[in-house]
């Protein structure tokens, strides 16, 4: 583990520590994660603000992204040869899979500077060297193949960028857990329902375990 990744994660949770742990749904694949006993006391308002200001989504494998993994490496021929973006990448789970599933190219993009060092540790971690980082759309320089998305939409000006980027690709996949209209993905075909928790577990209400999954195709 990098002293960067853990510096990166006490900027904003100041008592953090990450553990290298693999996930519930993808035994397969390990990443840096916060560990499961924090908290270990009240959070003072300090800390509180801080977290609510720059949150460490990074250091956490959320259920939508386990439930996208999941998928692709089960369904291999996905991404098999081809060039994959996973739009808002957070911990790189999805990018490693895609990458496990034997994509040519993996493009992980993600906002925050603190996810892209993240994604390339978690990339080292499951000694896969197919995936480039970039920070904004403005930087792709190949066309994709197949996009995926999870639990990106709590941004709706998210869902006009994922409407554009994918009428350039084959295949759109989408994993949500948080939006409650479901008519935004009238276009799309719902694959699967399933439940799947964030890890570490932030006892979050049982209707943020309900991962919906869908797919839009183009091609």
């Keep these: 583990m990098s002293s960067e990744l853990l510096r990166n994660l006490r900027s904003t949770v100041h008592e953090g520590k990450l553990e290298v742990r693999s996930i519930p749904r993808c035994p397969e694949i390990v990443l840096n994660l916060l560990t499961q006993d924090y908290p270990r006391g009240k959070l003072t308002n300090?800390?509180?603000l801080a977290i609510i200001d720059k949150p460490a989504y990074w250091a956490f494998c959320w259920a939508s992204g386990q439930v996208t993994a999941r998928f692709l490496l089960d369904n291999p021929t996905v991404c098999k040869h081809k060039t994959v973006i996973d739009f808002g990448s957070g911990s790189g789970v999805v990018s490693i899979a895609a990458a496990l599933s034997g994509a040519d190219c993996v493009i992980a993009c993600d906002n925050d500077s603190n996810a892209r060092v993240a994604i390339v540790e978690n990339a080292r971690l499951n000694l896969v060297t197919q995936i480039e980082v970039i920070s904004d759309l403005n930087q792709l320089t190949l066309k994709p193949d197949v996009l995926v998305a999870s639990?990106?939409?709590?941004?709706?000006?998210?869902?006009?960028?994922?409407?554009?980027?994918?009428?350039?690709?084959?295949?759109?996949?989408?994993?949500?857990?948080?939006?409650?209209?479901?008519?935004?993905?009238?276009?799309?075909?719902?694959?699967?329902?399933?439940?799947?928790?964030?890890?570490?577990?932030?006892?979050?209400?049982?209707?943020?375990?309900?991962?919906?999954?869908?797919?839009?195709?183009?091609?």
């Design 46 to 48: 300090e800390e509180m």
């Design 151 to 219: 639990d990106v939409l709590y941004d709706r000006d998210n869902l006009g960028i994922l409407d554009s980027l994918s009428e350039h690709c084959d295949l759109a996949l989408i994993a949500d857990s948080r939006v409650r209209d479901r008519n935004i993905f009238d276009e799309y075909r719902l694959v699967s329902k399933e439940r799947s928790k964030t890890v570490p577990d932030l006892d979050e209400f049982e209707e943020f375990s309900l991962v919906h999954l869908y797919e839009r195709r183009f091609r």
